[in-house]
Nanobody, 120 residues
Framework: EVHIMEHGGGSVQTGGSLKLSCVAS????????MGWFRQTPGKEREGVAA???????SYADSVKGRFTISQNNAKNTVYLQMNNLKPEDTAMYYC??????????????WGQGTQVTVSS
């Protein structure tokens, strides 16, 4: 059974930092990727950051220079270090795994989400 589990959400003030983690298990990857998406009520889910098997990363323009995605050597855990957080970063953050982690339609597996709230 596939398990995608996020940890690390919470509430911070503007300018603060949070680190999200996501552990994936229960499957053998054929098209490895892991990434993070976020969604607010009434809006579409959007890609935040992604990493492939070679460690190549990609970021949404809105988070470049503030967020950093990384993975462990076993490639079953991905992290998202979020610095200089802004109120517009408030959202439910979803971990994505397998497939194409830069597009919603390309993601193989989703986590349940973890809430990040940034207050001004």
């Amino acid at each position: 059974e596939v398990h995608i589990m996020e940890h690390g959400g919470g509430s911070v003030q503007t300018g603060g930092s949070l680190k999200l983690s996501c552990v994936a298990s229960g499957y053998t990857y054929t098209s490895y990727c892991m990434g993070w998406f976020r969604q607010t009520p009434g809006k579409e889910r959007e890609g935040v950051a992604a990493i492939d098997a070679s460690g190549v990363t990609s970021y949404a323009d809105s988070v470049k220079g503030r967020f950093t995605i990384s993975q462990n050597n076993a490639k079953n855990t991905v992290y998202l270090q979020m610095n200089n957080l802004k109120p517009e970063d408030t959202a439910m953050y979803y971990c994505a795994a397998e497939g194409m982690c830069t597009e919603v339609a390309g993601v193989g597996y989703w986590g349940q989400g973890t809430q990040v709230t940034v207050s001004s």
